[in-house]
């Protein structure tokens, strides 16, 4: 049976390496990423009769091309593409975190949102209404505390679940404004029919070219290095 | 009509309304995944002339970024 990829991306101290460690224990080496010296961990786990093998991207800010670490996570998740990327987000830093979630939603592949630190989050009196964030991202969202082992089965099963209706991607879509909207959307006609565009989401790429992203440019100038 | 200034003009304990992102590339985009993003209320915590860094409260974080990150960073005193 083929192995479910999971890519688990997610900001620097969301306790990412903590949640990789609860979901496959010891079973899991370390490689490289392909010419870089950045640590790649690789773990498996089992649930329900499936196979998941985890890949433990570069912790990040966002996932724009300006450092090393985010053109590793962010080529991983376009080239590689994962069965589902899983966002590990620090619920005691919310709005921050959500930064990089925009970004990862805007990829289109499909995605479960993890609230780690769930116990920092009740300490600092945060309440997140959690199926109305569900809504709004329209992802599976799970509540956990990594460091505690509390919330596995709950992952486990919304993993699973995206797995199997991996047809329906989110339908997510970022307000930028009614100026911004409108160039979005000429770009976006514009690339339809770009080949050299075929390979991307379209709504992703004309967000990118208008950020002024390097590497994204770089497809449309002929010179990929 | 209240001014806009840029934020390393402000004092310890003044507190703005971020209103604009001057700077652009990686600075820019530094400054943003700090959270430091049009529309949010920051609290100026430490700031003395000529001396690195800036340090802000931004919602419960505090951060540190340079004189020369705050001067891209046009605010509201409020
Ligand atoms: N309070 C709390 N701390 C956690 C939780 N999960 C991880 N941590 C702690 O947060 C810190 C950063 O975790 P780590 O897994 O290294 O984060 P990473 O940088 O995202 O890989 C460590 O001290 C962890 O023990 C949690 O659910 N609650
Ligand atoms: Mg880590």
């Known amino acids: 049976m083929t192995e479910i990829v999971v890519a688990v991306a997610g900001q620097p101290n969301s306790g990412k390496s903590t949640l990789f460690n609860m979901l496959t224990g010891m079973r899991q080496f370390v490689a490289n990423y392909p010419g870089v010296t950045v640590e790649k961990r690789v773990g498996r786990m089992n649930y329900k009769g499936y196979k998941f093998m985890l890949v433990d991207l570069p912790g990040t800010y966002s996932m724009t091309s300006y450092s090393l670490e985010e053109r590793i996570a962010r080529n991983f998740l376009l080239k590689e593409r994962p069965d589902i990327v899983l966002d590990v987000v620090d619920a005691s830093n919310l709005e921050r975190n959500l930064v990089l979630t925009f970004q990862l939603l805007e990829m289109k592949i499909p995605m479960v949102v993890v609230l780690n630190m769930m116990d920092a989050a009740e300490s600092a009196r945060i309440k997140i209404d959690v199926n109305g964030l569900s809504e709004e991202l329209g992802v599976k969202v799970v509540p956990t505390m990594a460091k505690r082992g509390v919330g596995k089965a709950e992952l486990c099963d919304a993993l699973l679940d995206t797995y199997q209706l991996a047809g329906d991607i989110n339908d997510f879509r970022l307000d930028y404004g009614p100026q911004l909207n409108r160039s979005l959307n000429v770009l976006q006609e514009a690339l339809a029919d770009d080949e050299r565009a075929s390979a991307y989401d379209l709504r992703w790429l004309a967000v990118r070219l208008i950020a002024g992203d390097e590497e994204v440019s770089k497809l449309f100038t002929g010179s990929l290095a | ?78």
Request: aromatic share 0%; glycine share 8%.
């Open chain 2, 1 to 78: 009509m209240t001014d806009t200034v840029r934020l390393n003009t402000l004092k310890p304990g003044d507190k703005c309304l971020i209103i604009e992102i001057k700077a652009t590339g990686i600075t820019g985009q530094r400054l943003m995944d700090l959270g430091l993003i049009p529309g949010v209320v920051i609290e100026v915590v430490r700031n003395a002339p000529l001396v690195d860094p800036v340090q802000l409260l931004v919602r419960d974080n505090h951060i540190s970024i340079r004189h020369s990150e705050a001067r891209e960073i046009g605010v509201i005193l409020l």
